[in-house]
T-cell receptor, first 113, second 113 residues
Framework: NAGVMQNPRHLVRRRGQEARLRCSPMKGHSHVYWYRQLPEEGLKFMVYLQKENIIDESGMPKERFSAEFPKEGPSILRIQQVVRGDSAAYFCASSPEASDTQYFGPGTRLTVL | GDSVTQMEGPVTLSEEAFLTINCTYTATGYPSLFWYVQYPGEGLQLLLKATKADDKGSNKGFEATYRKETTSFHLEKGSVQVSDSAVYFC????????????FGAGTRLAVHP
């Protein structure tokens, strides 16, 4: 049973470009969470999605950031017009329904030049 | 709001030494409590968890007890190994809060031979 998959593992963007991060949850998991880890800090919650629905986006910046989890395919975290402060590791985690245990992917490390 | 406070690192120990990493929390109700471990360049792995007061979580020689009276969940291990060198994160979640994890800042542990 494959774990949570994220790609790319490393992403370099110039200021003003778009970053698109993908997360494939574990098989049978319909809940996805995105977290951001700034250098030398803990993880901060960004958004929680179920298939085709955003349930809680209270940790997501109001501008430039969006997330989706379509019926088919991976969950996508999209950052438009990236700035240097967006440089961080972005982790997604998945869980089966009605469970409080989340399983993390290896993360995408975004560097904005 | 809910929060988690961990002892600052780095913690440097010799192999076979006793480990304690302190964690306290502030939360309404009865959260679930977790310890996650992050090895260099990797995602987070669940180390152990406890879901109610006085529960003890344990795994790989690590253990932590959910103490509601002191709002603490300290991580302990009787004899650390070099391979335990990593960053350890304490976290909490609420079922009513969609189970999103609230993390402490992390504590880096370095074990030398």
């Amino acid at each position: 049973n494959a774990g949570v998959m994220q790609n790319p593992r490393h992403l370099v963007r110039r200021r003003g470009q778009e970053a698109r991060l993908r997360c494939s949850p574990m098989k049978g998991h319909s809940h996805v969470y995105w977290y951001r880890q700034l250098p030398e800090e803990g993880l901060k919650f960004m958004v929680y999605l179920q298939k085709e629905n955003i349930i809680d986006e209270s940790g997501m910046p109001k501008e430039r950031f969006s997330a989706e989890f379509p019926k088919e395919g991976p969950s996508i975290l999209r950052i438009q017009q990236v700035v240097r402060g967006d440089s961080a590791a972005y982790f997604c985690a998945s869980s089966p329904e009605a469970s409080d245990t989340q399983y993390f992917g290896p993360g995408t490390r975004l560097t904005v030049l | 709001g809910d929060s988690v406070t961990q002892m600052e690192g780095p913690v440097t120990l010799s192999e076979e030494a006793f480990l304690t990493i302190n964690c306290t929390y502030t939360a309404t109700g009865y959260p679930s409590l977790f310890w996650y471990v992050q090895y260099p360049g990797e995602g987070l792995q669940l180390l152990l968890k406890a879901t109610k007061a006085d529960d003890k979580g344990s795994n790989k020689g690590f253990e932590a007890t959910y103490r509601k009276e002191t709002t603490s969940f300290h991580l302990e291990k009787g004899s650390v190994q070099v391979s335990d060198s990593a960053v350890y994160f304490c976290a909490l979640s609420h079922l009513g809060g969609y189970n999103k994890l609230i993390f402490g800042a992390g504590t880096r542990l370095a074990v030398h031979p």
